[in-house]
């Protein structure tokens, strides 16, 4: 094997590791505040631009993933599919664009919010953040608490999004988010901010779902609404149901 090949895997791996030795009450903590949107009939909602979109993404629509589970989806600011690929970064950066976009949305108190960046210190994800809170939706952060005090906020507040969560969930990326390196290179490259974001989201969910099937094999509550691969036999009839039974709480559908 490739040396880069066998470092990159073990710096992912390792990485995941610290996250799941030193992240694993907060995790909780985030899962207990999912299980409880969900049981309560509230709406959860996932946000991330350029790249942390990708983590917000994967647990929105997909087998075994909770049904009322819906992505906050700013146009441009959803991974690189917007042209110019740079749009989403120059996004990050307006100021009000955050408010609007809730303001549009029929999030409301007792809701959920995950809201995803690296860094934490855009206008976006911090004006998002604060702004739910005030509106009276719990808050998530999926950040990089390494990110503070090493590099300056971009907000006028000077604040970043750990400052405005109910829990702060940390992906532990070292600045820069570049695992190698080489001679040659002129800078690091093999990020694993995406892996690993996105077994942190998945660890939630997976948290979650375990707080709520003990409801139900407790007969305290109906199972979770989860969805089932729509590639074995009767998933899409399975998933239809889910989502009609969902309908109030589904924003990817008609």
């Known amino acids: 094997m490739n040396d880069l090949v066998g470092r990159y895997f073990d710096a992912a791996v390792a990485h995941l590791q610290k996250v799941r030795e030193e992240e694993a009450d907060t995790i909780e903590a985030a899962a207990a505040l999912l299980a409880e949107a969900i049981a309560d009939g509230h709406r959860v909602f996932t946000f991330g631009a350029g790249h942390s979109s990708l983590p917000a993404q994967d647990v929105v629509y997909r087998a ?20 110019p690929a740079p749009l989403a970064s120059a996004l990050e950066r307006v ?3 955050a408010t609007s976009t809730l303001d549009l949305t029929p999030a409301t108190t007792g809701d959920l919010l995950f809201v995803i960046s690296l860094s934490g210190r855009q206008v976006m994800p911090v004006e ?48 820069g988010d570049a695992e190698l390196s080489h001679p040659g290179a002129g800078t690091g490259f093999g990020p694993v901010s995406t892996i690993v974001t996105s077994a942190i989201m998945q660890a939630v969910v997976a948290a979650a779902v375990g707080r709520l099937a003990d409801l139900a094999a407790a007969g305290e509550r109906p199972a979770p609404p989860l969805f089932r691969s729509g590639n074995v036999p009767g998933g899409t009839e399975w998933n239809a149901k889910q989502m009609a039974e969902n309908a109030d709480r589904v924003y990817y559908s008609y």
């Open 95 to 97: 100021s009000g664009l």
């Open 128 to 175: 998002l953040a604060r702004y739910a809170r005030d509106r009276g939706l719990k808050v998530i952060g999926l950040t990089s608490l390494a990110y503070p005090g090493e590099v300056p906020s971009a907000h006028p507040s000077g604040t970043y999004l750990k400052d405005h969560c109910d829990v702060v969930l940390d992906s532990k990326i070292a600045v």
């Open 64 to 83: 075994g993933g909770l049904v009322p589970m819906n992505l906050l989806n700013v146009p441009g600011m959803a991974g690189v599919t917007g042209m």
